[in-house]
């Protein structure tokens, strides 16, 4: 009986030191991101705090027609901190949010974050602007700090660490934009136009490229005057988006190659595992590139 009490007694010092230790039996706060855009920056911010689930996260899916299944509604219940685009783009949250149970849990919209920085046209490409991916970070930190104050300068810090992280993208913008100034682009839908918009390029061709959005057709009138202008090279650059691949987009791309006007795919999301830096880096120079070998070809030509 001695040894008996001793030994429970034993147990009884080992599961009170277990339970002293800071953060031993403390769970990952469930993040949930619309977009892996916004996955990754939760990640960057949260880092091992979190475990963070991406909905939207394959490159074979046109965000524009991506549809919800019971699944995504199972990790919503769950989820402590949600980080979602807004303005429409991902539209399809919206319902599922006011369905699903969580008076406690953090709704972050990049839209609302970055609110003064939307463009005038109400683009809701809003993960191509550095500034408003910044602006929903802090939003993320502060809301972090809510769900875990424990942890609060883990996440201050990181949030400080991402804002140094975006740094590289001025770079590359200044960059392209001191080798190739002053150009013209187009794209096929306005998925880029963030960053056009910072790269000062003039972007044209505004109708078509909306009414394209969300699988829209366009008329007529809007596609000969795109294609006329493509044959005519009246744009040095065709902007389209990897995940949308529909015949009109198929026969924008041929028209631009056969003309000699350089094309350069992008995509709503990182594709490859890149964080949210290197994604936006890896395009910029993929332009350059492009550009590069455009203008090389023009003048052995």
């Known amino acids: 009986m001695p040894l008996s009490r001793r030994l429970f007694s034993s147990l009884v010092t ?13 769970a990952a706060i469930h993040a949930v991101a619309a977009e892996s855009s916004y996955g990754s920056m939760v990640k960057s911010i949260g880092g091992d705090h979190v475990d963070v689930v991406s ?3 394959s490159p074979d899916i046109n965000p524009h027609a991506f549809r919800a299944d019971p699944k995504i509604a199972r990790d919503l219940e ?9 303005l429409g783009f991902d539209g399809w949250m919206e319902p599922l949010l006011k ?19 939307i463009m005038a046209d ?12 910044l602006a929903t970070a802090s939003r993320v930190a502060s809301a972090l700090e809510t769900v875990d104050p424990d942890h609060a300068d883990d996440y201050r810090a990181n949030l400080a660490s991402f804002q140094q992280s975006l740094l590289p993208i001025y770079g590359a913008v200044q960059q392209l934009i001191a080798d190739h100034p002053n150009l013209s682009i187009t794209a096929t839908v306005p998925v880029y136009s963030y960053m056009i918009e ?18 829209h057709q366009p008329s007529a009138q809007q596609v000969a005057t795109f294609t006329d202008a493509l044959k005519q090279h009246q744009v040095d650059l065709l902007i389209y988006n990897l995940q949308v691949n529909n ?8 028209t631009a190659k056969e003309a000699g006007i350089p094309t350069v795919g992008v ?9 949210y830096a290197q994604w936006q880096i890896t395009q910029l120079e993929a332009i350059g590139k492009a550009l590069d070998e455009a203008g090389s070809n023009a003048n052995h030509g």
Not at 102 to 114: E, T
Not at 247 to 254: D, N
């Open 14 to 26: 080992l599961f009170l030191l277990f339970l002293a230790v800071p953060g031993s039996a403390q």
């Open 55 to 57: 909905l939207l996260d």
């Open 78 to 86: 769950q989820a402590e901190l949600i980080v979602l685009n807004g």
């Open 99 to 117: 369905s699903t149970d969580g008076d406690k849990r953090q709704i972050v919209r990049a839209s609302d974050a970055g609110s003064h920085m």
């Open 122 to 133: 109400d683009n809701p490409h809003l993960f191509y602007s550095p500034q408003i991916m």
């Open 198 to 215: 910072l790269l000062g390029y003039e972007n044209r061709y505004h109708d078509i490229q909306f009414a394209s959005m969300d699988n």
């Open 247 to 254: 015949r009109l987009t198929q026969s924008q791309v041929s």
């Open 267 to 275: 995509s709503a999301i990182p594709l490859h595992g890149e964080d």
